[in-house]
């Protein structure tokens, strides 16, 4: 497969690159700057200037962009729309490195884990932010896009164990009560995501085992 990474130079984009170059995958970074990670091809190039020539001929592109900052959190919500745009009546399927906060904790989908009384409120604000963007990723039905959510506890050292549980919109616990994955596991998810396209225009989340 032909898979593009962009914002391959972030710790979660660095680990997804070397996960499917460990597979034999043909593997693109997509970065601002210097490459940092180990793709061995790269177009250096903003996420909101990716046009669809950048981006033809890619089986699978992962956004793998992530900002914390009050003034850049819309760009969640800006990015997402470029690559959408760029992608848009495609065959290239668009994953999307999500985040656990806009998780359902009820079956009636009502009730986000950020709305939580528990939730910290440090992390609110990056919460909502790429909960309005998954809520304008699902307008999109000219995208073949899937959004992965980690788990509640995302580690970044963690170790790989190639295990986890595939779960949908709520949050999932594992055997002995935890909701946690590390990067390595979660690049791993995202990778066997990009080979079997099994979840197009479809939330899905990942849990340690």
Known sequence: MKIAVVCANGKAGRLIVDEAMKRGHEVTAVVRGENKSNAPRVIKKDILDLKAGDLAGFDAVVDAFGAWTPDTLP???????????????????????????????????TLQLYQTPDFPDAFKPLAMAQAKALG???????????????????????????KYILAGEELTVNSKGESVISYADYAAAMVDEAEKG????????????
């Open 75 to 109: 760009m969640h919500s800006t990015s997402l729309k470029a690559l959408c745009d760029a992608l848009s009546g495609t065959d290239t399927r668009l994953l999307v490195v999500g985040g656990a906060g806009s998780l359902y904790v009820n079956p009636e989908h």
């Open 136 to 162: 304008e990723l699902r307008k999109r039905d000219d995208v073949k896009w899937t959004f992965v959510s980690p788990a509640a506890d995302f580690q970044a050292d963690g170790e790989r164990t190639g």
């Open 198 to 209: 099994n979840h197009i225009q479809q939330r899905i989340s990942v849990v340690k085992e």
